[in-house]
């Protein structure tokens, strides 16, 4: 297996939906995942209103994606609870195929979306976690600090990480 990360084309779009369909409709507990709004898979390719989107492939298979949420607006919920609302805020999210889960491909997904937020000028990087979803745990807030655990208006029950991406 050789696998390749790059940003995810806007013709790979078809394949993009079937992964989140296929890893949404196999969570064990469906309150893991925050369901996408018809909005956010409308502009799933807009990297300035919405969020960067960065995949691994297998071949020519899209096999795993992650986002990088820029927008302050969309983060604001998250900065008011974190009490970080003079900071620059992004959210991280993952997607993996099932079959594909455990080799390194979160976290390489993670990292490079980290490198991101660094270059465009964030302060901080958050993770919103279900707290029964411990495979998140392991990859998606690696390098990650717990914070707390909350319940999130548009989120619910979710363990919140947090990571420093800029120094004094």
């Known amino acids: 297996m050789n696998l390749t990360y790059k940003k995810i084309p806007e013709s790979d779009k078809e394949q993009l939906f079937k992964l989140?369909?296929?890893v949404l409709g196999g969570l064990?507990?469906?309150?893991?995942?925050?369901?996408?709004?018809?909005?956010e898979l409308d502009n799933m390719f807009d990297d300035?209103?919405?969020a960067p989107l960065y995949g691994a492939y297998d071949g020519d298979k899209l096999v795993g994606m992650a986002q990088l949420y820029l927008s302050q607006d969309w983060v604001a919920d998250?900065?008011?609870e974190l009490e970080l609302n003079n900071y620059k805020v992004c959210e991280l999210g993952v997607?993996?195929?099932?079959?594909?889960?455990?080799?390194?491909?979160?976290?390489?997904l993670g990292l490079l979306l980290l490198d991101l937020a660094k270059d465009l000028g964030f302060d901080y990087a958050v993770a919103k976690i279900h707290p029964e979803n411990i495979s998140s745990w392991k990859t998606v807030a690696r390098g990650f600090e717990f914070v707390k655990e909350t319940t999130?208006?548009?989120?619910?029950?979710?363990?919140?990480?947090?990571?420093?991406?800029?120094?004094?």
Do not use: C, H, M
Request: proline share 8%.
């Open 20 to 22: 989140i369909d296929v």
């Open 28 to 39: 064990k507990n469906p309150a893991f995942f925050i369901p996408y709004s018809q909005w």
């Open 48 to 50: 300035v209103n919405y």
């Open 78 to 80: 998250l900065k008011q």
């Open 95 to 108: 997607l993996v195929l099932p079959e594909y889960r455990g080799i390194g491909i979160a976290v390489k």
């Open 152 to 168: 999130l208006p548009d989120a619910g029950l979710r363990k919140l990480y947090i990571k420093r991406l800029k120094t004094k």
